[in-house]
């Protein structure tokens, strides 16, 4: 049981491998220094963490009127972008502008993978959102570093929005999709991260669900009494996956691009079909 | 919308954006926490996890007196193939009682026991719910409630009070000189024992039984035919006895003095009926002393309910109720609604004419002048009178025992 314990502190690492492999190399690093360099990235530096400092203290909620609550947050979260926004009207220079939106796309994964450790209050959405905005905000920030690093800026926001909004390459507008580096060391550590996820997001699930429902004494062990049962529901979701593998290979053979659309939505619909059917013959029973 | 559908629409809201950022591995990472709540949930809704469990309540006792306990068993029997949470709760809504297990893990062919007291703090019958089974998927999501016992039906008798004597028994014919009319019945014949009470005549004692008795105690014997002239009880049920009295209405505390004057009338082998009176009669009972009658006596006095007419003196003196109950008569009466304390000390002395009359009234903070009045106004006539209330209900059968010695 110790191990178990031990093995349940670190499982949230192994979905963080492959977020590690697209962001941990020489082009993110260098595009991070470039901006680091920039006033505009010290302005940013300055207000985040004086917005974290006071966040973090609960020193926001203390202020009487909550007018002031909200222009105090907004202006203390959305004020790095000034300084940036008045040298691209004034020098026509975006350098500074795609420095600070380095800075919020870092900061946005570091927030990710913090929801990722964290134990309590998260429950299976916010996990798996996390993982999946932690995933997106590492691949936007790897793009716009690499292509930055291409036309010799230090990170270029349409690429890196790109990223973000693929689909659109279906209607014809020329995205510049950017692949993962080491791809398939990252396809090979999401085989891992899938189950780990799934698991992660399960135990966040029951664990949210026991507090709400059974705040007091007796939480603990009905979590633990039921942690087999988890393991046994993410085995399953992963041998269930193997359901989209036929229709996988059917649609990459008509178009590539499909492959994440058609085969995931329709199974997600089915079974969700599935639920309403079994919901309503609930209710017809009670 | 439910939690569990909200959660899964959240979910696949999210893999509709991973699903346009044509990632495959974050696609399926997304898909595989969608498929594993949607089995979640199928698997609870299928496999039906109710028809698993078996449970079993007892209920210790179904009669019971106010201020007793009663045990209730909860015996589960859980026989699936996996550990499922849930609760068991049942309640007592006259009682005013919730129990329930709180949420429980409960694993494969395993036994739970619990163990549930009931205190009976009223009189009347109580339903206790039927225990309900309620049960919760794995990330307890969704749940399924189902009825697992039928529902069980408790009767709280009133509280009887000891009272050692039968001088009770004895005053209507003592007093009123029908000594010889009363005991005109006895053979030699003996029915039984009881113990020896006061102003029972020395031939009657059985010297035998006392000595053999471990204590020594005396005992008098019972002879068939031994009849003293019965004693009636009347219940005032009017709307005057729904009124608060400490825990309870005045009628419960009415209850509990007319079930100890009862109990000790017929122990002590005297005749005893019981009428319950608003406007009119409500419930006759004939004067009768065995067992069968007693049980009855006690389960009308905890069934009754006050009626939504007031009590009238008035209308009970013109009553023309049969000789079978008696010359003595013993009245409960709540807070009376009937003006003057003067007309109803007058419509009493009327009564007292033709009867012994003994009166307890029943009062809380609130009537105690009015009630501390009308005694004073009915000992004019001379009435013995009692008060009472919910906290002073041995003490007031006290005083009427010793008042009542003093009489005799």
């Known amino acids: ?99 600070v939106f380095l800075a919020y796309l870092s900061l946005g994964f570091l927030v990710s993978i913090y929801l990722l450790f964290r134990r309590s209050g998260v429950g299976s959405v916010w996990k798996i959102g996390a993982f999946l905005f932690a995933y997106l905000f590492a691949l936007m920030i790897y793009a716009g570093s690499f292509a930055g690093q291409l036309t010799g800026v230090p990170f270029l926001i349409t690429i890196a929005v790109d990223q973000l909004f693929r689909v659109a390459i279906l209607t014809g507008y020329p995205a510049y999709l950017v692949y993962p580096p080491s791809e398939i060391y990252v396809s090979v550590s999401m085989t891992l991260a899938i189950p780990a996820i799934i698991f992660l997001a399960l135990s966040a699930e029951l664990a949210k ?7 007091q004494k007796g939480s603990t062990n009905i979590i633990s009494n039921l942690k087999p049962a988890v393991l046994l529901l993410s085995l399953s979701a992963v041998i269930v996956l193997a359901l989209t593998l036929p229709i996988s290979l059917w649609v990459v053979t008509l178009n590539r691009q499909l492959v994440t659309l058609i085969p995931t939505i329709s199974i997600a619909i089915l079974v969700m079909l599935l639920v309403l059917i079994s919901e309503k013959r609930d209710h017809e029973i009670s | 919308m439910k939690s569990h559908l909200k959660i899964l629409l959240s979910l696949l809201l999210l893999l509709l954006l991973s699903s346009f950022t044509l990632l495959p591995e974050i696609t399926l990472a997304v898909l595989a926490v969608y498929l594993a709540v949607v089995l979640d949930i199928l698997i609870f809704r299928f496999t039906g996890p109710l028809r ?25 029997k859980y026989q699936g193939s996996f550990p499922i949470v849930g609760s068991l709760g049942f309640g007592c809504e006259s009682l005013g009682l919730d129990f329930g297990t709180g949420l429980l893990a409960f694993k494969p062919s395993t036994d739970n026991t619990h163990q549930y007291s009931i205190l009976a703090k009223r009189r009347g019958t109580h339903i206790i719910s039927p225990t309900v089974l309620h049960i919760r998927d794995w990330l307890m999501l969704s749940d399924q409630k189902v009825n697992t016992t039928d529902q069980d039906d408790i009767l709280v008798l009133p509280r009887i009070y000891p009272i050692r004597s039968n001088v009770i028994g004895t005053l209507g014919a003592r007093v009123r000189g029908l000594t010889t009319s009363g005991n005109e019945g006895r053979s030699s014949e003996i029915w039984g024992m009881r113990e020896y009470q006061p102003f029972d005549e020395y031939k009657m004692i059985s010297w035998k039984s006392m000595a053999k008795h471990p ?11 031994e009849v003293g002239s019965p ?41 005893t009926g019981l009428i319950f009176y608003d406007n009119k009669l409500s419930k006759v009972i004939k004067p009768d002393r065995n067992a069968n009658h007693l049980t009855s006596i006690l389960h009308h006095l905890a069934l009754v309910q006050p009626s939504s007419k007031s009590f009238r003196m008035t209308n009970l003196v013109n009553e023309n109720l049969p000789t079978d109950f008696g010359k003595t008569f013993i009245l409960i009466i709540g807070r009376i609604r009937e003006g003057t304390t003067g ?16 009166m307890i009234i029943v009062h809380n903070e609130d009537s105690k002048t009015y009630a501390e009045s009308l005694q004073h106004a009915s000992r004019q006539v001379g009435v013995p009178t009692f008060l009472a209330t919910s906290t002073t209900i041995p003490e007031t059968l006290r005083i009427l025992e010793q008042t009542t010695i003093a009489l005799v």
């Open chain 2, 215 to 225: 204590d020594q105690t005396p005992m008098t014997k019972i002879t068939v035919g």
């Open chain 1, 1 to 99: 049981m110790h191990l178990f314990n031990i093995f349940l502190k670190i499982l949230p690492v192994i979905p963080i491998i492959p977020l590690v492999i697209i962001i941990a190399n020489q082009t993110v690093a260098t595009s991070l220094f470039k901006a680091a360099e920039t006033t505009s990235f010290h302005i940013w530096v300055i207000l985040i963490g004086s917005y974290l400092i006071l966040r973090t203290g609960n020193y926001i909620s203390k202020i009487k009127w909550i007018g002031v609550q909200v222009i105090l947050e907004i202006g203390l979260l959305a004020m790095p972008f000034a300084y940036p926004i008045y040298i691209v009207a004034t020098e026509m220079s975006s350098v500074q502008f795609e420095g």
């Open chain 2, 343 to 358: 007309a109803f000390a007058s419509a009493l002395s009327m009564l007292r004419k033709h009867h012994q009359i003994m």
């Open chain 2, 231 to 271: 004693v009636t009880v009347i219940v005032d049920v009017g709307d005057d006895m729904n009124t608060p009295n400490g825990e309870y209405v005045n009628l419960d505390v009415a209850a509990d003095l007319a079930a100890s004057i009862c109990f000790s009338l017929i122990n002590g082998g005297t005749k």
């Open chain 1, 209 to 215: 669900s026991a507090a709400r429902i059974a705040p």
């Open chain 2, 52 to 76: 698993r469990f078996t449970v079993i309540r007892k209920v210790g006792r179904h009669q019971l007196m106010v201020g007793e306990n009663v045990s209730v068993s909860l015996q589960v």
